[in-house]
């Protein structure tokens, strides 16, 4: 895929289509040469599948859907010209929605909705950290803020990630 690329003033749009909703990054110029780079949100559900190709759909299961986001964040980078892995930025922020479970039924079984969401917000916490330890461990670990929904539009995820991070040029020379 080749990203339409758009640039105003300090500001670069990277975004499919000829008629864009959102932009999948918009990365930001700093005075001293380093670029901030702002993630489009996209779940480790169905955008997952379809910006890597997935065959298969990933469903309520943080411990892989946190990985998918990454890899797609990253893959984006790639293709956009702007670096070659995600070990290359820092991620200042991580924002993550998550999303109320989509079974058992809250109405018919109360006991195992919540032991449900027990269970993602232990799993999401796990694979985030995970993440970070086991991919980037020379990197800095973000900032998060997460508040769950009781309604989501991927209907597959257990969250939405978008995020900002920093290119440091001056670690890129070294």
Not at 17 to 44: C, M, N, W, Y
Not at 94 to 108: D, H
Request: proline letters at 5%; hydrophobic letters at 40%; a negative charge.
């Amino acid at each position: 895929m080749a990203f339409n690329v758009r640039k105003r003033g300090k500001l670069t749009y990277y975004y499919e289509g000829d008629r864009p909703v959102l932009s999948a990054l918009v990365t930001e110029e700093q005075a001293d040469g380093d670029l901030k780079i702002h993630f489009a949100g996209l779940t480790g559900g169905y955008s997952a599948k379809g910006i890597l190709g997935l065959s298969e759909l990933v469903s309520m299961d943080p411990h892989q859907e946190v990985a998918l986001v990454f890899r797609c964040w990253e893959k984006w980078l790639v293709e956009a010209g702007i670096c070659s892995s995600l070990q290359d930025i820092d991620f200042i922020e991580v924002y993550a929605f998550g999303a109320q479970p989509k079974t058992p039924n809250i109405l018919a079984d109360p006991a195992g909705y919540a032991a449900e969401q027990d269970r993602l917000r232990k799993a999401y916490a796990e694979a985030y950290s995970s993440f970070f330890a086991d991919n980037l461990p020379e990197n800095g670990v973000p900032c998060r803020f997460t508040v769950h929904l009781i309604d989501f539009p991927d209907k597959a995820a257990s969250y939405e990630f978008y995020s900002t991070a920093l290119l440091q040029r001056a670690l890129q020379k070294g």
